[in-house]
C-alpha cells in the first residue's frame, strides 16, 4: 500500500471549518483513500473514502486531486467532539487491500 | 443494527495466563480483522480472517497467539502465556463482501488488556 504523509497535529476553532491534508504520492490507480478517526480510547471510526472523484457524507468531504498525489479531509463545522486522531490510509481494491496500515495520523485539538 | 461487539472490554491477566478476546461481527459482515495498539502507539494489523478461515496473519506473533472465526458464534483471539508486553488495546473491525471490492472496515469499541 501506498505510504501517507500527514502533519502531526494541528488546532481548530470550534465552528470552524477543519481541513487535514494528505499527501499519497506514490499513489496507484487501484488504490483508495481512506479516512478514519480515533477519538481517545475509543475503536476507529470509519469517516470517509474515495477513488478519484470527490465525495460528501454526512460527517465529512473528501477532495482528492486531480493527480490523486494528495487529498483533504474537510469537516465543516468543528465541534469540540471532533477532537481525535485522524488517519488518512491509502489502500488496495479488493480483498487483498484488507490489511488497514495505520501511520501516525494528525492528532486534531478543537477548541472553543 | 448493532455494530461491532467485543468483550471483555477490559481484560487483566497474571504473567503465564491465557488471555481469550472476543469479537462479534456487525450482522451480515464476514470478514473480521484484529489489529493491536500498544500503548502510545498506532494500530498494528494482526489478522484477517473470513468463516472457518485464515486469510492474512502476517501480523501476528509467530508464537502464542492464535485465532479463529468458527462457523458458528464469534471471532476469537487468543494469547497464550501472556508476558507484559501484551498489554495493549486489541480492536476487532468487521466488513461486508461488498460489491464493487470495496471492503469498508468497521471497529469494535476494543478490549484493554493488561497483564500483571
Known amino acids: 500500500d501506498a505510504k501517507t504523509t500527514q502533519p502531526p497535529s494541528m488546532d481548530c476553532a470550534e465552528g470552524r471549518a477543519a481541513n487535514l491534508p494528505c499527501n499519497h504520492s506514490t499513489i496507484s490507480g487501484n488504490e483508495y483513500v481512506y479516512w478514519y478517526r480515533q477519538i481517545h480510547s475509543q475503536g476507529p471510526q470509519y469517516i470517509i473514502h474515495g477513488l478519484k472523484n470527490n465525495e460528501t457524507n454526512e460527517m465529512a468531504s473528501l477532495i482528492i486531486t486531480e493527480d490523486r498525489k494528495s487529498s483533504t479531509l474537510i469537516l465543516p463545522h468543528a465541534t469540540l467532539r471532533d477532537t481525535a486522531v485522524y488517519y488518512c490510509?491509502?489502500?488496495?481494491?479488493?480483498?487483498?487491500?484488507?490489511?488497514?496500515?495505520f501511520g501516525g495520523g494528525t492528532r486534531v485539538l478543537v477548541k472553543p | 443494527n448493532a455494530g461491532v461487539m467485543q468483550n471483555p472490554r477490559h481484560l487483566v491477566r497474571r504473567r503465564g495466563q491465557e488471555a481469550r478476546l472476543r469479537c462479534s461481527p456487525m450482522k451480515g459482515h464476514s470478514h473480521v480483522y484484529w489489529y493491536r495498539q500498544l500503548p502510545e502507539e498506532g494500530l498494528k494489523f494482526m489478522v484477517y480472517?473470513?468463516?472457518?478461515?485464515?486469510?492474512?496473519e502476517s501480523g501476528m506473533p509467530k508464537e502464542r497467539f492464535s485465532a479463529e472465526f468458527p462457523k458458528e458464534g464469534p471471532s476469537i483471539l487468543r494469547i497464550q502465556q501472556v508476558v507484559r508486553g501484551d498489554s495493549a488495546a486489541y480492536f476487532c473491525?468487521?466488513?461486508?463482501?461488498?460489491?464493487?471490492?470495496?471492503?469498508?472496515?468497521?471497529f469494535g469499541p476494543g478490549t484493554r488488556l493488561t497483564v500483571l
Open positions: 473491525a468487521s466488513s461486508p463482501p461488498e460489491r464493487g471490492a470495496v471492503y469498508t472496515q468497521y
Open positions: 480472517l473470513q468463516k472457518e478461515n485464515i486469510i492474512d
Open positions: 490510509i491509502v489502500r488496495v481494491r479488493g480483498a487483498a487491500g484488507n490489511k488497514l496500515t
